[in-house]
């Protein structure tokens, strides 16, 4: 990769739309075509944005349009499900990865746990063990805690989640898998419709950023100054997304970028920078892993311009 002009330590005075300008060119990749919504997302949507510690949030050009989290809801609702089962959640989830698909129709041999949270299994079981005592206290919670994270109310696109739930039909084999392995205690059509739901709230690049810099900074949200988890389940939530957040490419992604990340098939990445920053990038065409092109490419050059990199020296 050639030097980047736009190197700086300094996140206040990098120039994102320099940077989102750089990316732009890069049309590999293919749009997630699962549900008519991502279908129609716009395949030259490019946005990147930052939130620090102080609370100030920086976005590139195309960093407040929305699109539906997907799979970037599987730390926070992971975050969730830690606080609302006092720690019991990493007793009924894996935390290894798998080098498989995300949607890979597989558990642990020997326990029927999903073998992380952060793919579907684990992520339909996580929306399981948040709080409530039917599927719509759940759901209600999750949309809460959600909104904790982001510093506002969120929306919920309710035609991503018709379609979500109808067309999804791996998720209910999955659910339904757990429940005859004994792993989900909940009905599999009420725990794919609270995952699905999660998915479809909508967020900008912006608001993601902030998202993970909640994370990124001990469960403390730099904008709202409220504590949304507490730190060490933003530890173990964060760990996790290092060694399986990018799903058959974390490997690759570490060594590459290193810095704990989340991909979507909505094209969104979240980053969790430790005790430094949050970041999102937003570009809709995926490469193989299901992962943005320009937002690997993005998240690459941020990494190595503000000195990211956590096993850098």
């Known amino acids: 990769m050639p030097p980047s002009p736009n190197r700086s330590s300094d996140p206040r005075a990098y120039d994102l739309d320099a940077l989102r300008d750089r990316v732009l060119p890069h049309a590999e990749g293919e749009v997630d075509d699962s549900i008519p919504e991502l279908a129609d997302a716009d395949p030259d949507l490019?946005?990147?944005?930052?939130?620090?510690?102080?609370?100030?949030?920086?976005?590139?050009?195309?960093?407040?349009?929305?699109?539906?989290?997907?799979?970037?809801?599987?730390?926070?609702?992971?975050?969730?499900?830690?606080?609302?089962?006092?720690?019991?959640?990493?007793?009924?989830?894996?935390?290894?990865?798998?080098?498989?698909?995300?949607?890979?129709?597989?558990?642990e041999s020997g326990t029927g746990r999903p073998?992380?949270?952060?793919?579907?299994?684990?992520?339909?079981?996580?929306?399981?063990?948040?709080?409530?005592?039917?599927?719509?206290?759940?759901?209600?919670?999750?949309?809460?805690?959600?909104?904790?994270?982001?510093?506002?109310?969120l929306e919920v696109d309710e035609s991503v989640a018709r379609n979500e739930h109808l067309l999804g039909d791996r998720n209910h084999a999955l659910a339904h898998l757990m429940r005859a392995e004994g792993t989900l205690s909940v009905g599999a059509d009420d725990a794919v419709e609270a995952y699905v739901r999660a998915c479809a709230v909508l967020v900008d690049a912006r608001t993601l950023a902030v998202m993970g810099a909640t994370l990124a900074l001990?469960?403390?949200?730099?904008?709202?100054?409220?504590?949304?988890?507490?730190?060490?389940?933003?530890?173990?939530?964060?760990?996790?997304?290092?060694?399986?957040?990018?799903?058959?490419?974390?490997?690759?992604?570490?060594?590459?970028?290193?810095?704990?990340?989340?991909?979507?098939?909505?094209?969104a990445i979240v980053l969790s920078a430790p005790g430094q920053l949050g970041a999102a990038v937003v570009s809709p065409p995926l490469d193989e892993q299901g992962t943005s092109v320009r937002g690997h490419l993005a998240s690459e050059i941020l990494s190595r311009d503000l000195g990211l990199h956590v096993f850098a020296a």
């Open 115 to 153: 073998p992380n949270p952060m793919v579907n299994a684990g992520a339909i079981l996580t929306a399981s063990l948040v709080d409530g005592e039917d599927v719509a206290a759940r759901v209600a919670r999750a949309h809460r805690g959600l909104s904790a994270f982001a510093g506002r109310t």
């Open 46 to 107: 490019c946005g990147i944005a930052l939130a620090l510690p102080d609370g100030e949030v920086r976005g590139s050009a195309g960093s407040d349009v929305p699109f539906s989290i997907q799979s970037a809801v599987k730390p926070f609702l992971f975050a969730l499900a830690l606080v609302d089962t006092d720690g019991e959640a990493l007793d009924r989830i894996g935390i290894e990865p798998t080098g498989e698909a995300f949607d890979a129709i597989k558990l």
């Open 218 to 267: 001990g469960g403390v949200n730099p904008v709202t100054g409220e504590r949304v988890v507490p730190a060490s389940v933003a530890c173990d939530v964060v760990s996790v997304m290092a060694t399986c957040g990018v799903y058959d490419g974390s490997g690759r992604w570490m060594r590459a970028v290193g810095v704990p990340a989340k991909s979507s098939v909505s094209g």
